[in-house]
């Protein structure tokens, strides 16, 4: 993004009337390189490929705020590559993890990966020490470093149902992996921090919150997120989850949670009325019905409906209810801009 976009991003966060409604989505490596025309094994191999292409999203597109903007993203592989999992990787789709298998035993021979060593996340990290300079002069700014929370790296570890059967049968060992994944997430998070300019703000995604009652979020979801997001003082945290559960709704304000992607499923009035009026929301266009498979009119009018769901200039972004899916045409992301224009 480029620094003015991040100041922006701020004032939104901290509840500021703009004078124009901001939008904002979250793009990574399923969408860029399709909508480019590269092959998503060039985009994630090439520096030279991926700093191009992200720079020319950012130009096509002025209007939105990319979020976390330059984001090195290999899939959903980074994290649990570190944990020794298979990573496959194809020409034409992102990166496919192979997990630890469903004997959860094996959590007792884990180890927190460091992620300054251990699987992908050194090259990414090295992608970044690389590539910054260049982002810089070219009048950009990395500002946000991403990760995965800790219910969804322990899922990529052992499967969604696994992992929650585990949940119930096995209560002591999934402390203990989330335990671990907590641990990396900040460590992950920390490790980019340290190679970048002048990071102000972390990204985390974990819509596996969206799989558990109130009691076991409170449980096995809730203190691990406030033990992530805790290690962050003083730094700006969005938080994606666009699960259609609730759960973690009431609870984001004292995560210190900022601004709060959410699911297209629940109503904007509603989702306000669960987090409260400090929290910036991000949303709630359908990604894939309407921002992917619709037309530039259905996009029109579901933006001109969240316009009017949330009147106010303040404490919202316009944006999917959710990442960019892959395939999303150009003209429908141009009709989030002509939205806003109308409105």
């Given at each position: 993004?480029?620094?003015?976009?991040?100041?922006t991003?701020k004032?939104?966060?901290?509840?500021?009337?703009?004078?124009?409604?901001?939008?904002?989505?979250?793009?990574?490596?399923?969408?860029?390189?399709?909508?480019?025309?590269?092959?998503t094994?060039?985009?994630?191999?090439?520096p030279?490929?991926?700093?191009?292409?992200?720079?020319?999203?950012?130009e096509d597109?002025p209007e939105?705020?990319?979020?976390?903007?330059f984001?090195?993203e290999?899939g959903?592989?980074?994290e649990p590559?570190?944990?020794?999992?298979?990573?496959?990787?194809?020409?034409?789709?992102?990166?496919?993890?192979q997990?630890?298998?469903?004997d959860?035993?094996?959590?007792?021979?884990?180890?927190?990966?460091n992620?300054?060593?251990?699987?992908?996340?050194?090259?990414?990290?090295?992608?970044?020490?690389?590539?910054?300079?260049?982002?810089?002069?070219?009048?950009?700014?990395?500002?946000?470093?991403?990760?995965?929370?800790?219910?969804?790296?322990?899922?990529?570890?052992?499967?969604?149902?696994?992992?929650?059967?585990?949940?119930?049968?096995?209560?002591?060992?999934?402390?203990?992996?989330?335990?671990?994944?907590t641990?990396?997430?900040?460590?992950?998070?920390?490790?980019?921090?340290?190679?970048?300019?002048?990071?102000?703000?972390?990204?985390?995604?974990?819509?596996?919150v969206?799989?558990?009652?109130?009691?076991?979020?409170?449980?096995f979801g809730?203190?691990?997120?406030?033990?992530?997001?805790s290690?962050?003082?003083n730094?700006?945290?969005i938080?994606?989850?666009?699960?259609?559960?609730?759960v973690?709704?009431?609870?984001?304000?004292?995560?210190?949670?900022?601004?709060?992607?959410?699911?297209?499923?629940?109503?904007?009035?509603?989702a306000?009325?669960?987090?409260?009026?400090?929290?910036?929301?991000?949303?709630?266009?359908?990604?894939?019905?309407?921002?992917?498979?619709?037309?530039?009119?259905?996009?029109?009018?579901?933006?001109?409906?969240?316009i009017?769901?949330?009147?106010?200039?303040?404490?919202?972004?316009?944006?999917?209810?959710?990442?960019?899916?892959?395939?999303t045409?150009?003209?429908?992301?141009?009709?989030?801009?002509?939205?806003?224009?109308?409105?």
């Open positions: 993004m480029r620094p003015d976009q991040w100041e991003l004032k939104c966060a901290a509840g500021v009337e703009l004078d124009s409604l901001p939008i904002a989505l979250i793009v990574d490596s399923p969408w860029i390189p399709g909508y480019l025309g590269h092959s094994l060039d985009y994630l191999t090439l030279d490929v991926w700093l191009k292409a992200n720079i020319r999203v950012a597109f939105i705020i990319f979020i976390p903007g984001w090195l290999y959903m592989a980074a590559s570190g944990f020794g999992c298979r990573v496959s990787t194809f020409v034409d789709k992102t990166p496919l993890v997990g630890l298998g469903a959860f035993q094996v959590v007792e021979q884990l180890k927190t990966p992620p300054r060593q251990d699987g992908l996340m050194p090259m990414l990290v090295n992608w970044y020490r690389y590539l910054e300079p260049r982002i810089l002069d070219a009048g950009y700014v990395v500002k946000i470093v991403a990760a995965r929370g800790p219910l969804a790296v322990a899922t990529h570890l052992f499967g969604v149902t696994d992992f929650l059967l585990n949940l119930k049968l096995q209560p002591e060992k999934t402390h203990r992996l989330l335990e671990m994944t641990r990396l997430a900040i460590d992950w998070l920390q490790a980019q921090a340290e190679v970048l300019h002048a990071p102000e703000g972390i990204l985390v995604l974990d819509d596996i969206g799989f558990l009652s109130p009691k076991d979020y409170l449980e809730h203190p691990y997120l406030e033990k992530l997001f290690a962050f003082p730094t700006l945290k938080f994606h989850n666009d699960m259609s559960n609730p973690s709704y009431p609870y984001l304000e004292s995560l210190g949670v900022d601004i709060f992607n959410f699911s297209h499923l629940i109503d904007i009035g509603r306000r009325e669960l987090v409260g009026r400090k929290i910036c929301l991000m949303g709630n266009v359908p990604p894939l019905e309407v921002l992917a498979r619709g037309t530039p009119q259905q996009v029109l009018d579901s933006a001109a409906a969240c009017r769901a949330h009147p106010t200039r303040n404490g919202w972004l316009l944006s999917a209810g959710g990442g960019v899916s892959p395939g045409p150009w003209e429908n992301v141009r009709a989030l801009i002509t939205a806003v224009s109308l409105s």
